[in-house]
């Protein structure tokens, strides 16, 4: 693997994966910010793109929505371009005052006060996780454990039916990952079938929750928000 220090400046591409499938990807941030903090790349399997990487800049971006939109339709948050027609609008790419109120609805389930209220529930997800791995054998921790807690916690977030909770993970890889042919999700049709089976769960699941008394969940949150449905 090439040095972060042994390429020209305007050669650092930091969308390469293989940088941190080797974990070396922090050299090259480093340089960044010693040499370049605002660093233009002129080729990438994405196209051109800038990398800010000082704290202070970062932050500057990140609070200038009027310059730096997060919109889905001005281009969105991730490095490819949605195709026109097939923009994913969502919580994490829309600009105020949209974003804020959304995020006025959810922020009380996140606030540290009332993550405590998890912490048993994720103690004993961490222990069943570990006590049922297989023993004497190679495996998967990715898979069995990282991806296997975080999506069982994501499940009693939204309330989301247990016995379904791998299909939050297949929706989030589905609209993230790159489309890669002779795979299951080779193009922009695809990942918009997948995801619209992902939107009518949750629409279900909504319209349920609406129906019903409210509870602590994230869904029934929204269902029973005044602020979501004066939207």
């Not at 222990?127 to 069982?152: A, K």
């Amino acid at each position: 693997m090439t040095d972060a220090y042994d390429i020209p400046l305007d050669k650092i591409d930091v969308t390469q994966a293989a940088l941190y499938q080797s974990d070396t990807i922090g050299g090259y941030f480093k340089r960044l910010r010693d040499e370049a903090p605002v660093h233009y790349c002129s080729q990438s399997r994405f196209g051109p793109y800038w990398s800010i990487t000082r704290y202070a800049d970062i932050m500057s971006v990140d609070t200038n929505n009027r310059v730096f939109s997060s919109d889905a339709e001005n281009g969105g948050i991730q490095m490819t371009d949605f195709p026109k027609g097939l923009e994913r609008k969502n919580f994490i790419n829309m600009d105020p005052p949209e974003h804020d109120v959304h995020r006025k609805i959810i922020s009380p389930i996140v606030r540290p006060s009332n993550l405590v209220n998890f912490e048993s529930i994720i103690r004993d997800h961490a222990t069943e996780i570990l006590d049922n791995l297989p023993r004497g054998e190679t495996i998967d921790w990715v898979d069995h454990v990282s991806i296997e807690l975080t999506t069982r916690m994501l499940a009693t977030l939204f309330n989301f039916p247990f016995e379904d909770r791998r299909l939050l993970t297949f929706w989030s890889e589905v609209a993230t990952s790159e489309l890669v042919p002779g795979t299951e999700i080779d193009t922009e049709q695809k990942r918009v079938k997948a995801l619209q089976t992902c939107l009518d769960y949750f629409n279900d699941l909504y319209q349920k929750r609406a129906d019903s008394e409210p509870q602590s969940d994230l869904v029934s949150m929204l269902a029973h928000s005044s602020l979501e449905m004066d939207q």
